[in-house]
């Protein structure tokens, strides 16, 4: 086992001040214009991207927002020390994984990206730059954390880092039958594994709805890799592994749709497999694809969690609704999650359900159906993956987004942030803080 102490394991909020090393430029800044934004268009101050200290012995970073991921990993992995939630692709700045946060396939055990942030420095409509943390100004902590940029610029951050003994995961994915064979083995073998992932058929039905490749995996050690990779246990490779539950990119009819589904569950044979991933592979399988929904227009994600008590009905309502579209999507992801950190952080106790969703001129009637299905079940849909939820159910979903509003209302009380939003102005978000 490595040696290093894990940060995750302990309580971010209790770690003691110590002395950092100093590091170097990531890269200069003066190569950004005077605003840095992300594909979020959550707003990142100047000159946000320098990696500032960084302590060896507890795993405490602080950087500037604009880092991104593959930066991190860059500056770090080599040494061992990696994030310890992993978005979904290494394009994503520090400031955005916060200003989100973030969830990866270990939500369900180590909560989301914001639980690993210390401190926060924000710079606020009035020009002022404000320190929070859990301790001091919490309020605009959790605000900030998960609030997707709406309270103010995010400067600095502080954030732990964990240290693994490889950059490699060691994973075991089960074919599954139907919908309550694949959350009986979540209930089951989550418990002693880190991640956890499935990839769920939406066109299947009658005894087979639900059906999954579901995939566990644990960090592996050096004894389990093979030959060649412990000569760099570190290395992320370039060629990257195609991963069972990686989303199709969408563009294909139903038929296709259905053919290739049949082929990806079929093509497992055995009832389980087991396999070694590098972490470029595991943890950035659109980054490996090129598929960047971000870039494609023709898709738009839809992520929504169903509480635990209800996620089996819930689940199934969905899927049977899915399967009755034919502008549905036709696979989707599912996760074990638990509460999110900030007060508009996504998701809650329970499963999350993610798909690419084509655009054509009924799906705004189609998510509108699912809403309805979610709210109904006590459920929430992501914001920060959303363009139209309705202002009163968005309220309903989210019952501290009052208390957010608050704390909006008192730091940017011209309400300066969405105005310089130019991409994504989280139009839900707005219309609920106009209602």
């Given at each position: 086992?490595?040696?290093?102490?894990?940060?995750?394991?302990?309580?971010?909020?209790?770690?003691?001040?110590?002395?950092?090393?100093?590091?170097?430029?990531?890269?200069?800044?003066?190569?950004?214009?005077?605003?840095?934004?992300?594909?979020?268009?959550?707003?990142i101050h100047p000159?946000?991207?320098?990696?500032?200290?960084?302590?060896?012995?507890?795993?405490?970073?602080?950087?500037?927002?604009?880092?991104?991921?593959?930066?991190?990993?860059?500056?770090?992995?080599?040494?061992?020390?990696?994030?310890?939630?992993?978005?979904?692709?290494?394009?994503?700045?520090?400031?955005?994984?916060?200003?989100?946060?973030?969830?990866?396939?270990?939500?369900?055990?180590?909560?989301?990206?914001?639980?690993?942030?210390?401190?926060?420095?924000?710079?606020?409509?009035?020009?002022?730059?404000?320190?929070?943390?859990?301790?001091?100004?919490?309020?605009?902590?959790?605000?900030?954390?998960?609030?997707?940029?709406?309270?103010?610029?995010?400067?600095?951050?502080?954030?732990?880092?964990?240290?693994?003994?490889?950059?490699?995961?060691?994973?075991?994915?089960?074919?599954?039958?139907?919908?309550?064979?694949?959350?009986?083995?979540?209930?089951?073998?989550?418990?002693?594994?880190?991640?956890?992932?499935?990839?769920?058929?939406?066109?299947?039905?009658?005894?087979?709805?639900?059906?999954?490749?579901?995939?566990?995996?644990?960090?592996?050690?050096?004894?389990?890799?093979?030959?060649?990779?412990?000569?760099?246990?570190?290395?992320?490779?370039?060629?990257?592994?195609?991963?069972?539950?990686?989303?199709?990119?969408?563009?294909?009819?139903?038929?296709?749709?259905?053919?290739?589904?049949?082929?990806?569950?079929?093509?497992?044979?055995?009832?389980?497999?087991?396999?070694?991933?590098?972490?470029?592979?595991?943890?950035?399988?659109?980054?490996?694809?090129?598929?960047?929904?971000?870039?494609?227009?023709?898709?738009?994600?839809?992520?929504?969690?169903?509480?635990?008590?209800?996620?089996?009905?819930?689940?199934?309502?969905?899927?049977?609704?899915?399967?009755?579209?034919?502008?549905?999507?036709?696979?989707?992801?599912?996760?074990?999650?638990?509460?999110?950190?900030?007060?508009?952080?996504?998701?809650?106790?329970?499963?999350?359900?993610?798909?690419?969703?084509?655009?054509?001129?009924?799906?705004?009637?189609?998510?509108?159906?699912?809403?309805?299905?979610?709210?109904e079940y006590g459920?929430?849909?992501?914001?920060?993956?959303?363009?139209?939820?309705?202002?009163?159910?968005?309220?309903?979903?989210?019952?501290?987004?009052?208390?957010?509003?608050?704390?909006?209302?008192?730091?940017?009380?011209?309400?300066?942030?969405?105005?310089l939003s130019e991409?994504?102005?989280?139009?839900?978000?707005?219309?609920?803080?106009?209602?």
């Amino acid at each position: 086992m490595n040696s290093k102490s894990d940060p995750a394991m302990q309580n971010p909020a209790a770690q003691p001040e110590s002395r950092s090393s100093a590091l170097p430029f990531v890269r200069h800044p003066e190569t950004h214009s005077p605003e840095v934004r992300g594909a979020s268009d959550a707003p990142i101050h100047p000159r946000s991207n320098r990696i500032l200290h960084f302590n060896e012995r507890t795993g405490l970073l602080c950087c500037e927002a604009g880092v991104t991921i593959e930066e991190l990993l860059n500056a770090f992995g080599l040494q061992g020390w990696f994030p310890i939630v992993h978005p979904e692709t290494q394009s994503m700045t520090v400031g955005e994984a916060v200003a989100f946060d973030v969830s990866g396939y270990n939500q369900y055990r180590d909560g989301s990206f914001g639980r690993y942030v210390r401190r926060l420095s924000v710079a606020l409509a009035s020009g002022e730059t404000v320190l929070c943390s859990r301790e001091q100004h919490s309020d605009l902590f959790w605000a900030t954390v998960g609030g997707m940029g709406l309270t103010g610029t995010l400067v600095e951050i502080e954030l732990f880092l964990r240290p693994v003994e490889t950059a490699y995961c060691k994973t075991l994915t089960l074919k599954t039958r139907d919908l309550l064979e694949t959350l009986a083995l979540f209930e089951k073998r989550t418990s002693y594994c880190q991640y956890a992932v499935a990839w769920v058929d939406c066109l299947a039905s009658g005894d087979f709805l639900g059906r999954s490749l579901l995939t566990l995996g644990n960090d592996a050690t050096v004894e389990e890799l093979h030959r060649r990779q412990r000569v760099r246990p570190f290395a992320l490779e370039t060629h990257r592994q195609s991963v069972p539950f990686a989303l199709p990119s969408g563009g294909w009819n139903r038929y296709a749709a259905g053919l290739w589904n049949e082929l990806h569950y079929y093509r497992q044979r055995a009832p389980q497999t087991e396999a070694i991933f590098n972490f470029n592979s595991f943890f950035y399988a659109n980054d490996a694809s090129g598929h960047q929904r971000d870039g494609n227009s023709e898709l738009i994600r839809y992520q929504c969690a169903i509480p635990t008590s209800v996620s089996r009905e819930g689940l199934t309502c969905i899927l049977k609704f899915l399967g009755s579209k034919g502008n549905a999507p036709a696979s989707a992801v599912l996760q074990r999650v638990q509460k999110g950190e900030g007060w508009l952080s996504f998701p809650m106790p329970g499963y999350s359900l993610t798909m690419d969703v084509s655009l054509s001129a009924e799906t705004g009637d189609l998510l509108a159906q699912l809403d309805r299905i979610v709210l109904e079940y006590g459920g929430c849909v992501k914001l920060t993956e959303d363009s139209r939820l309705h202002p009163a159910v968005l309220r309903r979903m989210y019952p501290n987004f009052d208390r957010w509003l608050q704390v909006k209302s008192l730091v940017d009380p011209d309400h300066h942030y969405p105005a310089l939003s130019e991409g994504l102005h989280f139009p839900s978000v707005w219309g609920a803080m106009a209602a």
